[in-house]
């Protein structure tokens, strides 16, 4: 008996370990033109024991799961593909932390170039806005800070 018990509460403890900050709803989000405002939904859901945070916008869906597992994506240019490694994070209920990698491979002599990092942390503040902070890093080292609002809709 005492062994289930340990056991049940190393299962509660880690459940909260790894809990996800609550994002969904709908918000007015800045877009990539100056003024613009971009309506964008985010709603969550567990899979596999795995937050999965799906955030649509007019460009389409696009998945973030929190599990702390490397994943890579694409995107087809003429000349060139980006790629795309993401690893997604929750720092307990206050934030999920989004990393990504970004590099191209070049077709043209099949080259690949590091292009840079992005790191952002996402959180939800009391007045029910998506905040986002963190740090762009070039391949040159360059950085540039990232702050950004969504206002609730």
Do not use: W
Request: hydrophobic letters at 35%; charged letters at 15%.
């Amino acid at each position: 008996m005492k062994r289930f018990l340990a056991a049940v509460a190393l299962t509660l403890s880690t459940s909260v370990a790894l809990a996800c900050p609550d994002l969904t709803g709908t918000y007015m989000c800045p877009g990539e033109n100056e003024g613009e405002m971009v309506e964008t939904a985010v709603s969550q859901a567990v899979v596999n024991g795995a937050t999965v945070y799906t955030v649509t916008d007019a460009s389409g869906p696009i998945e973030f799961i929190a599990d702390g597992q490397p994943r890579t994506a694409q995107e087809d240019h003429q000349d060139y593909i980006l790629l795309y490694t993401s690893t997604n994070t929750c720092n307990g209920s206050a934030s999920l932390n989004a990393r990504t990698d970004v590099s191209a491979y070049l077709k043209a002599n099949q080259q690949v170039v590091q292009l840079g990092l992005v790191d952002l942390d996402i959180a939800k503040d009391a007045s029910g806005s998506l905040l986002m902070s963190g740090t762009a890093t070039q391949s040159d080292g360059t950085t540039e800070n990232i702050s950004s609002a969504c206002t609730k809709k």
